[in-house]
């Protein structure tokens, strides 16, 4: 592909990283040539990078694997995942999960990403439902403040709930940032 092709999402192999294109700029200037402004992303570290492309430089396409696959379990430094259909595992190493990997508990789904066989990352799910094992005792008409209070899920991470929310009770979070977003519906 020419550098000409780049739109957003497409991910490229330069210099041999894999980079993902966030945004880019047609520029035809008055004088001289035509450039593309690009701002990418390297996949396997997350840094961002602003850059001038002559519209006809070549790269070679990436092809970056996102599959689903049920979190098993930890031993040590490394997570085990398993695909649903071939039943193979892949263990990843705890450098490559984010933060909201502390939301996921065993038998949840999540996205693994690898380039050539070689895993860089893991989505959890955008949402979990996970149950509340340790806050102090919920209060009645506590309702209407935005106070909040701090309370130990089964993973044992700790979030802000309001101050109506009692042990035992399930809630749903937001991986991404780490938020209480409301009462679970059973």
Do not use: W
Request: with cysteine.
């Amino acid at each position: 592909m020419t550098a000409g092709e780049f739109r957003n999402g497409v991910t490229f192999e330069m210099d041999g990283q894999v980079y993902q294109v966030v945004s880019f700029q047609h520029v035809k200037p008055g004088k001289g040539a035509a450039f593309v402004r690009t701002k990418y992303k390297n996949v396997m570290t997350g840094a961002v990078n602003e850059r001038s492309f002559n519209p006809n430089d070549k790269y070679e396409e990436a092809f970056v694997e996102r599959k689903d696959m049920e979190y098993l379990y930890n031993d040590g430094d490394l997570y085990y995942f398993m695909d649903s259909e071939t039943y193979e595992q892949e263990p990843v190493s705890a450098d490559k999960l984010p933060d909201g990997f502390k939301f996921v508990k065993e038998n949840d789904v999540c996205k693994i990403l690898s380039y050539k066989g070689n895993v860089f990352a893991v989505e959890p799910p955008m949402f979990v439902v996970l149950e509340i094992t340790e806050t102090d005792p919920g209060f009645k008409g506590n309702t209407a403040t935005n106070t909040l209070k701090p309370a130990t899920l089964e993973t044992g991470a700790e979030v802000k709930v309001p101050l109506f929310i009692e042990p035992g009770e399930k809630i749903r979070i937001d991986t991404r940032t780490g938020e209480y977003l409301e009462r679970a519906k059973d």
